[in-house]
């Protein structure tokens, strides 16, 4: 089990850092700028709190079915971005979401979803949970 609370914390920290670069070249590019409204540490702590659940799903689903998904990582990973992109078009209909949020937050996926994918895999192996005594 403490592998599972490892990959989930580490799910957690690529999925939250991971936009941080994306977003800021996207801004440097072309000017987009975050939330004006309301507090940004309550914004950040929002964003936190989404990415804990998704992360908590990513990996559990994950470690339910390692043996379907250990050595198909790749497509564990697109399986979420897909989802996560049409999720993020979704948002750019809205008033309050730009099409440019949407675009930055489809390519931060397409890196966080591969690298978090990977990384669950080689901690949730059938190699290192054998050892894990619960």
């Given at each position: 089990?403490?592998?599972?609370?490892?990959?989930?914390?580490?799910?957690?920290?690529?999925?939250?850092?991971?936009?941080?670069?994306?977003?800021?070249?996207?801004?440097?590019?072309?000017?987009?700028?975050?939330?004006?409204?309301?507090?940004?540490?309550?914004?950040?702590?929002?964003?936190?709190?989404?990415?804990?659940?998704?992360?908590?799903?990513?990996?559990?689903?994950?470690?339910?079915?390692?043996?379907?998904?250990?050595?198909?990582?790749?497509?564990?990973?697109?399986?979420?971005?897909?989802?996560?992109?049409?999720?993020?078009?979704g948002q750019a209909i809205t008033p309050d979401y730009s099409w440019l949020d949407?675009?930055?937050?489809?390519?931060?996926?397409?890196?966080?979803?591969?690298?978090?994918?990977?990384?669950?895999?080689?901690?949730?192996?059938?190699?290192a949970l054998v050892g894990d005594p619960g």
């Amino acid at each position: 089990m403490r592998q599972v609370v490892v990959a989930i914390g580490l799910a957690l920290v690529i999925m939250y850092v991971i936009p941080f670069p994306v977003y800021g070249a996207l801004s440097a590019l072309t000017g987009l700028q975050p939330p004006t409204e309301g507090s940004v540490a309550l914004f950040m702590l929002s964003v936190l709190v989404i990415k804990l659940g998704v992360a908590v799903a990513f990996v559990l689903l994950f470690y339910l079915a390692h043996d379907r998904w250990a050595k198909r990582w790749t497509t564990y990973a697109l399986i979420w971005w897909v989802m996560f992109a049409v999720v993020e078009l979704g948002q750019a209909i809205t008033p309050d979401y730009s099409w440019l949020d949407a675009v930055g937050g489809i390519v931060a996926e397409a890196i966080y979803f591969p690298l978090a994918a990977f990384v669950v895999a080689r901690l949730l192996s059938r190699r290192a949970l054998v050892g894990d005594p619960g």
